[in-house]
């Protein structure tokens, strides 16, 4: 994380809502709220809250992969405040953000997967090692695969429910991505484009030619 810029940071990319305002990598203030859907009616009030109403030349947001509707909103609302404010407007992972708040707070792991509800019976999962770096590569998988996949780690996310009915002796912790543990990101990862991270691919697909001249 850049250490000299106010930031704004927005999270909607799951159940929870969060806003944090952060500088020099500490976390001036922040809100914290799980809405389920509600994202559209709580993200603009939360930011009205934090000093200033959350004015920040910087603004940060959770990209996904997660809700469809969630990230939308956020990456709406990061891009509006954005052209409004003249600030600039980056994005991050919801999977590095769980895996940076998961090493944090446990300093001694090695390695730890993060899992999240990624829809239609499948979580979305991928594994990462203490600095942060991607041990597999992003997958949308049926529980039992992603049980088989983690190979013993610790696993973090929403989607953890899913894999204790499998097994309940793993080290699975439930969490949602809060926008405060955006300071626990390195510069790499909280620089990313403003555009959705997708953790599969969309389940309407466009009409080849022969078919829309059909219809």
Known sequence: ??????????????????V??????RVIDSRHEVVGRG?????VPMIAELPDGGRAPRILVDCGPGSFTGVRVGIAAAR???LGWGADAFGYSSL???????????????SLAVVLEGGHGEVFMQAFDAQLLPLSALAS???????AQLDGRPAIGNGVRFLTSLDESLPLTEALPRAADAVLLPALLSTLPA?????RAPDAKPLAPAQRARS
């Open 1 to 18: 994380m850049p250490e000299t810029s106010l930031t704004l940071v927005i999270e909607t990319a799951t159940a929870a809502c969060s």
């Open 20 to 25: 944090a305002l952060i500088e020099a990598g």
């Open 39 to 43: 994202h559209a009616e709580r993200l």
């Open 80 to 82: 509006g405040l954005a």
């Open 96 to 110: 590095s953000l769980l895996a940076a708040a998961g090493f944090a707070r446990n300093l001694g792991w090695p």
């Open 141 to 147: 998988l049926k529980p039992e695969a992603a049980l």
């Open 195 to 199: 555009r959705p991270i997708y953790g």
